[in-house]
Structure formats: C-alpha cells, structure tokens
C-alpha cells in the first residue's frame, strides 16, 4: 500500500535567486513532511519569468502553475503579510498558490521563510491534493 501524500507546493522568492537557494528552501520545507509526491508548482504570476522557479520545475518535473494576485488575494491564509499585500497586491503567495494548485486541499505546511547566502528569501509553503481541478 502507497502512503505517499499527493502535494502541491506554493513558492514565493525574491527576483533573481539562485537554482540551489530554490532547491535548498523547498527540500528543507519537505524533508519533515515524510513521504510526499509533489503534483505541482505553484507561484505568482509575476514569477512567470523567474529563470530558477523555471529551471526547478523542469528538473524535478513538476508542472507549474501561476495565479494572478486577484485569485491569490481571495483565498484566506493563515500567515498573511502586510508587506507581501503592500509589495505584491495580495497577503499571501506561497500558501494561496498551493491551496489553489491543490484543488480545494488543506494546507498541510504553514509558509516557511528560507534565506540563501545571498539574503534572498524563499517561501514555501505545502497543500494537500484535493479533488479539484
């Protein structure tokens, strides 16, 4: 029997950090899950463009996904930030875009702030599949 939790992962980063900064944050976030199996990638629409959040889903093969902060605004979080809203137009990314790329899931881990060596935060944050889209 499989007791491997399907995921979905919300990403929040700051522009222009690094494939092992985004690599490190997310296999910190994961490791005291136990067994997991991400089905997607969430992030902001913005990071659309983001050279490491891409480079990191072709590797690990996970689809990726991105929100407008308008869908990311509407879903209720349990960590909002007054400064993400003020920066980014909406309380949360990591936990919003994994809730909505989970498909109506539960969040199964909080937003957790990582910093590279280069001082560039990573958030990130876990859901649960749901039976949603």
């Known amino acids: 029997m499989n007791n491997t939790t399907a995921i979905a992962l919300g990403l929040g980063c700051r522009r222009g950090v ?28 913005r990071k659309a463009d983001e050279p490491a959040l891409l480079a990191l889903a072709r590797a690990r ?8 902060e308008e869908a990311l605004a509407a879903v209720a979080v349990p960590t909002a930030s007054a400064r993400v809203a003020r920066v980014i137009g909406t309380p949360s990314v990591a936990e919003a875009a994994a809730l909505l790329a989970a498909g109506g899931g539960e969040l199964l ?9 280069d001082g560039k935060a990573v ?11």
Not at 18 to 27: F, G, I, K, N, T
Not at 109 to 114: E, F, M, S
Request: net charge positive; hydrophobic share 50%; with cysteine.
């Open 123 to 133: 958030t990130v944050a876990a859901a649960v599949m749901g039976d949603g889209p």
């Open 61 to 68: 093969g996970w689809p990726l996904q991105f929100f407008p």
């Open 18 to 45: 690094s494939l092992a900064d985004l690599e490190q944050a997310v296999d910190a976030a994961l490791r005291p899950l136990g067994q997991v199996r991400v089905c997607r990638l969430a992030s902001h629409c």
């Open 109 to 117: 881990l909080p937003r957790c702030v990582w910093r590279g060596a």
